[in-house]
């Protein structure tokens, strides 16, 4: 059923990958709806899928199955030729600003190569291309002078940057944020978080931003998602998620976060051993072998996400 | 957005990494010293054609070619510095123009590798699958082969000439070139920015060709310098053994050659083209070296 | 020298002299770590944390990395006079250090239980035997099964490996263990049970605890004692207590208004603006001056020296000119 009132909606998303071990359950049956101008914040750690997810809803992973739903229509049917149009609408900023631009271009030339690609500028309109180079460039504050500047000559802050001057310069309507701030020193990721802030007011625009850092999603974000092993195991509002967490993993991610007041001892609720395999999961709970409050049922059956209070769900045996 | 203004207000020259790779490379006296061998060789080269064209091979044919058995196996002296070989040519000028020959063979030789190689390793390394292990499993096949071997037999059957030389000495590199521009492309390749490329909607030959190829390109770049010492081995090698260059062209290889008989009395016909050999083949291996350290990636901040 | 200091740095200045100009990493830092307690480091990238940690260990990166003065006392000897002989008996056993990232920390080819039975062989003199015993207490001691021990680094989880770092670190029961940024490359839950497990060993073990971070949550939880870095030098320190209940230099203020609260309703941060100062081309006066909201004239072209202003021990200090009239300065 799509939600004809979201932007994006995602329906009973997969994508496995064929490993020598077996099937790697990467992305397993999720379902999000993301409404125009608002943040969904996807929350996770490492191996739960989250940049997985946000790479085949862009199909630069082409999914297992499923539905994606980009204004009315299902983005997966389309050919080559209106997926290469499509681009200019959905757009992603990458987490590593050392690794997502390309050593030998020079700022003016990053952010100018998706005008370029996608025909909005002929390659040799310079006036035309230095023109929207220079606003984007003024939009995501680098100086002017820059224009001519390499990557490897700019600190990280800067570089991320030009990621988002790029992501901007086709005027997308949607854009993936990949732990946007995460390689970034605390005051810059500041600076970043608020410039983006800034953008989406101003241009319109609606995020799903991905993020392994609660606090940051929790300042940014209309809805949050937690994902566990490749499936949703939380879904609310930021307040109804912090104030009231229901699911024991959602409850760990919190209390492992530490705290900035040294009065403040917290009470962990620390969850034993590690994550376990993606490969060929059985039934049953993912999250299981770590839980403190695992009971029989929860190996052998597995949980549905349902709706707890307006808007709150949980995929619990026992919440 | 005044609250979003850049305000490090610093004046950035900027530099290209091929720009910062070549102040690394200046400070390397090795390489430099190798560098400066290769442009004198590149001169004299070029010189010698264009005097060849100039006078349509009247200098080549005076003092290259014709005999003059009154000198036969003059020591080098104040008139022939060089000294004359078996058939009273001056050496020094055979010398010169002789270095055409093994240099501009030898890059010709590794271009011609580089570029087959090169673009077999490249499609190869961006497709995978099977399309890999086909140009793979195709280059083991070539591999396979011993290259001196291969280069004789070719020209044994094909003739000693220009052409089948330089095919038959750049087919054993083709496997090689192969191999290294594909695992660079394969690097290359995870990297994100070729996400981002194929995020904004770029073809996959643009990515290839404007993306990967001049990221992927150093390692290439190196081993193909080092190549070309290599070839002009080769080369003297194969026109010693009579299968290369072929007399009276005053290639450096078949000097040394026709010196054998004449060692004894004249050591000036041997010791001399086979001093340049090693002095070229130094220079490139200095150069190809200081040329690696000079674009090794791990050096950039 | 005071006894209950385990290491006193004093006056420590490490530059580093590249092609494009000489990088002032650290000027004029001193910093004394008590036996038994927790100090945290924090700064970010550029202020030098990590240039005092491996200057403390003597491993400053050669040639163009260069002690210029200062000296690094261990219980009164200095290491910067040591020879490379005599140093070897120290790390490891006395000072020992972790760093950030466990994949490069740990050797691939030698199965970790090897790792650690290498450490302790280099200090001391055990069988063959009582050394793989050891190996496997150790391992048990930091949350692994010994059974693990004959296994590669590959074969561990991130946290895990982290863990068998920690364990080689701590194998010789040193008197300090510098750790420089060892949960950033972590996830969070993984973070909290590797932190829990260094305070458990720690209490166990009486070692001293040096902690490198930029996270001033992890600091407010595991640190009693805490300075604040900025372009090289510490510009603020004192008990944790101090610094988060009483902010006094600018940047420390900047450093806790960019933070995203978990508590906090903030619907908008407070960066700092700017960029650290380039360190090969250093401001006159404070180093902060260009960014600072509360600058004065002075700032631009005096340097500020750290002043004493009290605290909880007597130990918070401020590099400020804000506060040298509390002083009588």
């Known amino acids: 059923m799509e939600n004809t009132t979201a932007l994006l909606s995602v329906r009973n998303l997969k994508k496995y990958f064929h490993t020598p071990a077996g099937i790697l359950h990467a992305v397993d049956n999720i379902n999000i709806d993301i409404f125009e101008n608002e943040t969904l914040g996807v929350v996770g750690e490492s191996g739960c899928g989250k940049s997985t997810l946000g790479r085949a809803i862009l199909r630069l992973h082409e999914p297992t199955s499923g539905e994606v739903w980009f204004r009315g229509e299902n983005i997966l049917t389309y050919g080559s030729a209106r997926l290469k149009k499509l681009r200019s609408e959905m757009q992603i900023i990458f987490q590593d600003p050392y690794a997502s631009l390309n050593p030998r271009m020079t700022v003016s030339q990053a952010i100018a190569a998706p005008l370029i690609i996608q025909g909005l500028y002929d390659k040799r309109d310079h006036a035309g291309i230095n023109k929207r180079v220079a606003e984007m460039m003024e939009t995501v504050g680098l100086a002017s002078r820059l224009v001519n500047a390499y990557p490897h000559e700019l600190d990280g802050g800067r570089r991320q940057r030009i990621g988002i001057a790029r992501a901007l310069a086709l005027n997308p309507k949607f854009i993936v944020c990949d732990e946007p701030v995460s390689a970034l020193d605390v005051s810059i990721q500041a600076q970043v978080l608020n410039l983006m802030q800034d953008l989406q007011e101003q241009m319109g625009l609606t995020y799903m931003f991905i993020t392994h850092n609660l606090s940051v999603v929790k300042h940014l974000s209309n809805h949050i998602v937690v994902m566990y092993l490749g499936q949703l195991v939380e879904k609310g509002t930021p307040s109804q998620l912090f104030n009231s967490p229901l699911h024991p993993y959602t409850r760990a991610l919190l209390s492992a976060i530490p705290i900035p007041d040294p009065d403040i001892k917290m009470k962990r609720e620390i969850i034993k051993g590690e994550l376990t395999s993606p490969i060929n999961v059985g039934h049953g709970c993912r999250f299981a072998a770590r839980c403190p409050i695992a009971s029989e049922r929860c190996s052998k059956e597995d949980p549905i996400l349902s709706e707890h209070e307006p808007g709150h769900f949980v995929a619990c045996h026992h919440s | ?301 | 020298m005071n006894s209950d200091h385990v290491i006193e740095i004093k006056d420590l200045t490490i530059h580093y002299e590249m092609r494009e100009g000489t990088v002032k990493a650290l000027n004029n830092v001193s910093l004394s770590l008590k036996r038994n307690s927790s100090y945290g480091l924090v700064g970010e990238t550029g202020a030098g944390k990590t240039t005092l940690a491996k200057g403390i260990m003597r491993l400053t990166p050669t040639p163009y990395g260069k002690v210029k003065s200062g000296e690094i006392l261990y219980e009164g000897k200095d290491l910067l006079k040591m020879s490379p002989k005599e140093l070897q008996k120290y790390r490891g056993k006395h000072i020992s250090m972790i760093f950030q990232d466990p994949m490069t920390s740990l050797n691939p080819v030698v199965s970790v239980g090897k790792q650690i039975e290498e450490s302790l062989a280099a200090h001391e003199n055990l069988s063959g035997a009582e050394l793989s015993k050891r190996a496997g207490e150790i391992l048990e001691m930091v949350g692994i099964p010994a059974e693990r021990a004959s296994e590669f680094p590959h074969q561990f989880s991130g946290g895990m490996k982290q863990r068998v770092v920690i364990a080689i670190a701590l194998a010789l029961d040193p008197d300090v263990l510098l750790a420089d940024e060892p949960t950033t490359a972590l996830d969070v839950t993984i973070q909290a049970q590797v932190l829990d497990m260094i305070a458990n060993l720690r209490t166990k073990l009486g070692t001293s605890l040096l902690l490198i971070t930029h996270d001033l949550g992890v600091v407010a939880q595991n640190c009693e004692y805490v300075s604040i870095m900025y372009a090289g030098e510490i510009v603020e320190t004192g008990t944790v207590h101090d610094i988060f209940k009483n902010k006094l230099h600018p940047y420390t203020e900047g450093l806790f208004n960019s933070i995203p609260n978990i508590s906090d309703q903030v619907h908008r941060l407070t960066p700092i603006p700017g960029l650290m100062p380039d360190p090969t081309n250093l401001p006159k006066g404070c180093s902060f001056c260009e960014r600072c909201p509360k600058a004065v004239e002075q700032c631009k072209t005096k340097h500020p020296r750290l002043i004493l202003i009290g605290g909880e021990e007597n130990s918070h200090m401020v590099r400020c000119f804000l506060y040298e009239s509390i002083n009588g300065g």
């Open chain 2, 1 to 301: 957005m005044a609250q979003h203004k850049d305000t490090k207000a610093i004046a950035i020259r900027s530099r290209s990494l091929l720009q910062e790779s070549w102040l690394r490379f200046r400070e390397n006296k090795t390489a430099i010293a190798g560098m400066t061998i290769l442009v004198i060789l590149i001169i004299i080269s070029i010189s010698t054609i264009v005097i060849d064209l100039v006078d349509g091979g009247a200098t080549y044919d005076k003092y290259v070619i014709s005999q003059n058995l009154r000198q036969k196996l003059a020591l080098p002296s104040a008139a022939h510095p060089f000294g004359c070989d078996e058939y009273g040519r001056d050496l020094l000028f055979r010398m010169l123009w002789g270095a055409r020959y093994s240099l501009f063979s030898g890059i010709a030789c590794i271009c011609l590798a580089t570029i087959f190689g090169g673009t077999l390793g490249a499609i190869a390394g961006y497709y995978g699958g099977k399309v890999d292990n086909f140009i793979m499993r195709l280059m083991d096949v070539m591999m396979a082969v011993p290259a001196t071997i291969l280069a004789m037999a070719i020209v044994a059957a094909l003739g000693a000439n220009m052409r089948n030389l330089l095919i038959a000495l750049a087919i054993p590199g083709i496997p090689k070139y192969a191999r290294v521009l594909r695992s660079s492309v394969m690097t290359v390749k995870g990297s994100e920015y070729i996400e981002a490329a194929k995020a904004v909607g770029a073809s996959d030959k643009l990515i290839i060709l404007e993306y990967i190829i001049p990221n992927a390109m150093t390692p290439l770049i190196v081993q193909a310098t080092l190549g070309v010492s290599n070839a002009i081995m080769s080369i003297a090698g194969l026109s010693f053994i009579g299968l290369g260059i072929q007399p009276p062209a005053p290639e450096w290889g078949s000097i040394l050659s026709s010196a054998r008989t004449y060692m004894r009395d004249a050591w000036h016909i041997s010791v001399i083209p086979g001093l340049a050999i090693m002095i070229s083949i130094l220079a490139l291996n200095l150069f190809g070296d200081g040329l690696r350290d000079a674009l090794d990636p791990k050096l950039k901040k």
